[in-house]
């Protein structure tokens, strides 16, 4: 299994955190009714996707940083992915820049509702990004390995901390990229959205 330098790892995922609010800045250019439009009969608004990820992050983010807080510092100079994390974050992972064709159940609890505050949900969204850039910053200085998150599907299977980050970023780039589809199915025009996810990892 592929294993990665710590702190190219973070400072790829910190990359991608940005493109991704740079990626929300562009969405937000559109107004309001059309980012809560959603562009057919059981497809989500731009909102209700961002949305969706504010719903992981709420749990996601509070459990990293519990985690970090109560562990003791000890840097690792690499980070070996776990069976599960890897796949995980492979299955999240989009396949191309353009659309997402491996289609996933969301889990119960996890569904946005349509008609949600738009202007919340960026704003949420948004803190939601600095402060996981902040974790990211702070787990320079731990041991991605050594440190267990547990996960939404369930409190027994808990991941690496450094999977955990690489499956939020992937999810991330998931929605994002079907907002970006939901924004464009509104008669928007996409030409200039942040790539998000380069070519070249895909």
Do not use: C
């Not at 519990?66 to 980070?79: D, R, S, T």
């Not at 191309?96 to 064709?101: A, G, R």
């Not at 349509?114 to 600095?130: A, D, I, T």
């Not at 970006?180 to 990892?201: M, Q, Y």
């Amino acid at each position: 299994m592929k294993k990665f330098k710590t702190e190219e790892l973070i400072n790829q995922l910190e990359a991608d955190v940005r493109q991704l609010m740079a990626a929300a800045d562009h969405l937000q250019m559109a107004d309001n009714v059309k980012l809560g439009y959603p562009p057919a009969e059981g497809k989500w608004s731009a909102a209700q996707a961002l949305e969706h990820l504010n719903m992981y992050n709420r749990y996601y983010l509070p459990a990293i940083e519990k985690a970090m807080v109560h562990i003791p510092k000890e840097v690792n100079a690499w980070f070996v992915p776990g069976f599960f994390g890897n796949y995980f974050t492979n299955a999240m992972m989009p396949k191309n820049v353009y659309e997402v064709k491996n289609k996933m159940k969301t889990m119960k609890g996890y569904r946005p509702e349509r008609g949600v505050s738009v202007e919340g949900v960026f704003k949420e969204f948004k803190e939601h990004q600095q402060k996981l850039l902040q974790l990211l910053e702070m787990a320079r200085k731990r041991n991605l390995e050594q440190i267990r998150i547990p996960t939404t599907i369930s409190k027994m299977i808990r991941l690496k901390l450094g999977d955990v980050f690489r499956f939020l970023v992937a999810h991330e780039q998931r929605h994002m990229i079907q907002a970006r589809n939901a924004i464009k199915a509104t008669g928007v025009s996409t030409d200039k959205f942040p790539v998000i996810l380069e070519a070249a990892r895909l």
